[in-house]
């Protein structure tokens, strides 16, 4: 049996709860958005002209990102209704499906994926990987960043309620800058095996440490200065 917690993390509609206000790390100025952007500008340098989708894409700063640079094509998958409605009244020639990374539809195949710090809500891991390999072309890259999990197991849950679901595994409840969220968080290894079953190949593990934005931005991240925060991870569609 699933716990309540765990219930709320995979709720594809927890971000339209109206107690949560994420509009501060909704723009690209937060801190930490530019913290994200310093990680993937490899990445978004080859975004041009080429047919993008950005997975649980919240209230689209990203997008803004992919607009600016001018990708061929942007489709922008979020299943917060107050999220997609802002997209589409921002961005108009992008396409905003309110959906989630297992119900959304797509017409052909994406040449890069995004899917930012969503991977931490996902049920069903194995499935959800079946279902992006399903959009992105063969030789396609896709993109995806999640919380660190040693250093959430360590350095975060003092503040937090938490729900273990085995040694690899929690969900914790975690007060934020904009409100509490539930996230489900899981070793680095079980991602990159998920995504390996389901057709993808590793091609770049990077440690995300805090950057001096960051730090900048938000001094407690000094004590962390040399420790990895999040983890990005790049697969290539076989």
Not at 15 to 41: G, M, N, Q
Not at 77 to 100: D, L, N, W, Y
């Amino acid at each position: 049996m699933t716990s309540d917690f765990f219930q709320k993390a995979i709720d594809p509609k927890q971000y339209d709860d109206d107690r949560i206000d994420w509009t501060s790390e909704a723009t690209v100025d937060s801190p930490f958005r530019k913290f994200v952007l310093e990680y993937i500008r490899d990445i978004l340098s080859e975004v041009t002209g080429k047919r993008v989708i950005d997975i649980g894409a919240g209230t689209g700063w990203l997008v803004k990102v992919l607009v600016e640079l001018e990708a061929g094509s942007i489709t922008a998958v979020e299943p917060s209704e107050k999220g997609a409605k802002f997209m589409r009244e921002q961005h108009p020639s992008v396409i905003v499906q309110c959906a989630t990374v297992d119900t959304m539809e797509h017409e052909g195949f994406f040449d890069i994926g995004f899917m930012l710090y969503v991977a931490n809500h996902l049920e069903d891991l194995t499935k959800s990987f079946e279902s992006l390999a399903g959009v992105i072309k063969q030789g396609g890259i896709f993109v995806i960043t999640v919380p660190d999990f040693e250093y959430v197991k360590k350095n975060r849950l003092g503040e937090a309620k938490v729900e273990s679901m085995g040694d690899d595994m929690f969900v914790a409840a975690i007060p934020r800058e904009f409100g509490t969220s539930y996230d489900i968080y899981r070793t680095t290894e079980t991602y990159i095996k998920a995504a390996e079953q389901a057709g993808f190949e590793l091609v770049e593990q990077t440690p995300m440490v805090p950057t001096e934005g960051l730090m900048n931005g938000y001094p407690r991240f000094r004590e962390f200065k040399d420790q990895s925060i999040s983890q990005m991870l790049i697969f290539k569609k076989l």
